[in-house]
């Protein structure tokens, strides 16, 4: 089945220490998000590609990078996790045929 | 501003009981409006979605939503509540477009008592 996946499911990291998350797709979708969740708060998009264009969120810190080094894969990196950079971090597609995101399963931050 | 606001927080329902999640956006422009479904620990789901034409959509699981433009709203509605619908539910609102980024509500948490 077409999906969309994300690696590692459950991640934890010492506070400072870099940590790159990981997305892939077997949609052949052209558009890829990141976003941020909080518990119990809605996602928070953080940066999106339109193919390898880059569109950070103005919000977004300098902390949240993004690599896209094809059509299938993204990687979210933060280079320096704080304690309020744990959070469920979700991987969303969406072909510029149509307008609704497919989201992968996430991946659970903890900092420790 | 562009917003999304879904009033409940938490809805507790019965099983076999009808089921109303409310939705209202504030939106500029035609909107286009999902509904999102999340289980603990997992990532969202695609109800259903609206774009333009028949205001009442038929989504997964047995979901529908009506868009009413007069209400600003975009309500979830199922007849028959399952054990398995306990999860939380976004309403999101987006501008179509090239980039189409989203506009999350704050979700409503969803209890089935059995």
């Known amino acids: 089945d077409a999906m969309v996946i994300q690696n590692p499911r459950y991640q934890v990291t010492q506070f400072g220490k870099p940590v790159t998350l990981s997305c892939s797709q077997t949609?052949?979708?052209?558009?890829m998000y990141w976003y941020q969740q909080k518990s119990s708060q809605a996602p928070k998009l953080l940066f999106h590609?339109?193919?390898?264009?880059?569109?950070n969120e103005a919000d977004t810190p300098d902390n949240f990078q993004s690599r896209r080094p094809n059509t299938s894969f993204c990687f979210l990196d933060i280079r320096s996790p704080g304690l309020g950079d744990a959070a469920m971090y979700l991987c969303?597609?969406?072909?510029?045929?149509?307008?609704?995101?497919?989201f992968g399963p996430g991946t659970r931050l903890t900092v420790t | 501003a562009q917003s999304v606001t879904q009033p409940d927080i938490h809805i507790t329902v019965s099983e076999g009981a009808s089921l109303e999640l409310r939705c209202n956006y504030s939106?500029?422009?035609?909107?286009?409006l999902f509904w999102y479904v999340q289980s603990p620990g997992q990532g969202l789901q695609l109800l259903l979605k609206?774009?333009?034409?028949?205001?009442l959509v038929q989504g997964i699981k047995g979901f529908e939503a009506e868009f009413k433009r007069s209400h600003s709203s975009f309500n979830l509605r199922k007849p028959s509540v399952h054990w398995s619908d306990a999860a939380e539910y976004f309403c999101?609102?987006?501008?179509?477009?090239?980039?189409?980024?989203?506009?999350f509500g704050t979700g409503t948490l969803l209890a089935v008592q059995p």
């Open positions: 969303a597609t969406r072909s510029d045929r149509s307008y609704e995101q497919y």
């Open positions: 609206y774009f333009s034409g028949d205001t």
């Open positions: 949609l052949n979708h052209n558009v």
């Open positions: 999101a609102v987006g501008p179509g477009g090239a980039t189409n980024k989203l506009i």
């Open positions: 590609y339109y193919d390898k264009d880059f569109n």
């Open positions: 939106y500029g422009a035609t909107p286009y």
